[in-house]
């Protein structure tokens, strides 16, 4: 009888194993980017991180251009901002880059390609790990109906919109409109910097004394340069400052 030898194939990573909430293994050397500004880099040690994102990384994606190297992203920008098809090497390239699998993982705020990670068992301590109450910050007890004082004298500053900047930024983004998005913003964002324009300008409150309280009457989780603003009444007007031009001068008197 005739022997049949047959080489035993590796399985490929299916998509059911390399989901959101899951976990992938990150090789050493594996090349990773960050999800806001900075330069991609090796990893510098083999990890296992939770899935918190898949994204795409296609021609049609703001994600796209990280992965080109400097002398394919002019051509790149240039055909995607003209509607002119994309040059065949840069095409053959990202595909040889993604190993034809044109997506991403992304965890904490680093993304890799899903060609470069391998589905893995969630670690040991997540696992066993039980759930740990952390103490209530100062910030999370500021809510709606608290009531605060003041525990020193202190020169409060608050923020206000700078009309001037969305008229600048707009101008900007005008001459910018054949770039990805992202890139985009990249560039506009270093231009206002440069231009030392901010979207809002830093103004001077007023003096408080030590022992003087106030009260929460709303809550804003979106606040001027990335700040938590708190509407209070005190001295029986509402006004509203940044979370941290108060924390420092602030202790909880009563809850809601």
Known sequence: MQKRWFKRKKDPIEMSEIQVNGYVRVPKGTMVYPTGDGLERPSTRDQVVKVAKILDVDVKSDN?????????????FEASGGKRPIDQDILTFTDRLTKGDYRAVMWSSKWALIANVQAAEAPARAKTAKKVEKPV??????????????????????KVRNPAYAAMRDDIENGL????SHARTQIVDAKLSELGMTDHLDEAWGHVTAGETFTVRSKLT????????????FRGEK??????SLEP?????TGP
Request: cysteine-free; aromatic content about 16%.
């Open 64 to 76: 796209f251009y990280l992965l080109l190297p400097d002398e394919m992203r002019l051509r790149y």
């Open 177 to 180: 409109r054949q770039l990805p």
């Open 222 to 233: 979106s606040g001027f340069a990335g700040e938590q603003d708190v509407p209070m009444l």
């Open 249 to 253: 001068f602030i202790e909880l008197v």
């Open 239 to 244: 006004f509203t400052l940044p979370y941290a």
């Open 137 to 158: 910050t100062k910030q999370q007890q500021v809510v709606v109906g608290s009531v605060w004082r003041f525990t020193q004298d202190a020169e409060l500053r608050y």
